[in-house]
């Protein structure tokens, strides 16, 4: 699976970058045929929640999408791998059935 972290407005830290990678490394256990993960932190000081995270994953022939915006990226990076989770677990239930 290749993962690419990007920051947006920002320099992520390299703990930052370590702590989001080893994130994305646990939809694997998920799903096992995801070919690539793309992560984008983003900075906002506008809005409540002024750090956001959107993951992109692309899986044969389907990309999921998941955005979250908390107090911080790791709280951010968790919210948005645990939804793409659930994305994914419901995608291997309907293709199991189908």
């Given at each position: 699976?290749?993962?690419i972290i990007t920051?947006?407005?920002?320099?992520?830290?390299?703990?930052?970058?370590v702590f989001a990678n080893d994130y994305l490394?646990?939809?694997?256990?998920?799903?096992?045929r995801i070919?690539?993960?793309y992560l984008v932190l983003?900075?906002?000081?506008d809005h409540d929640?002024?750090?956001?995270?959107k993951l992109i994953?692309?899986?044969p022939k389907k990309s999921l999408n998941a955005k979250s915006a908390?107090?911080?990226?790791?709280?951010?990076?968790?919210?948005v791998v645990e939804n793409m989770k659930r994305q994914l677990k419901c995608y291997k239930e309907k293709k199991l059935h189908y």
């Open positions: 699976m290749k993962k920051s947006r407005h920002f320099e992520a830290s390299e703990q930052l970058k490394q646990k939809l694997t256990t998920v799903f096992n070919t690539s993960c983003e900075e906002d000081p929640f002024p750090q956001s995270a994953v692309h899986i908390k107090a911080t990226y790791e709280k951010a990076v968790h919210d």
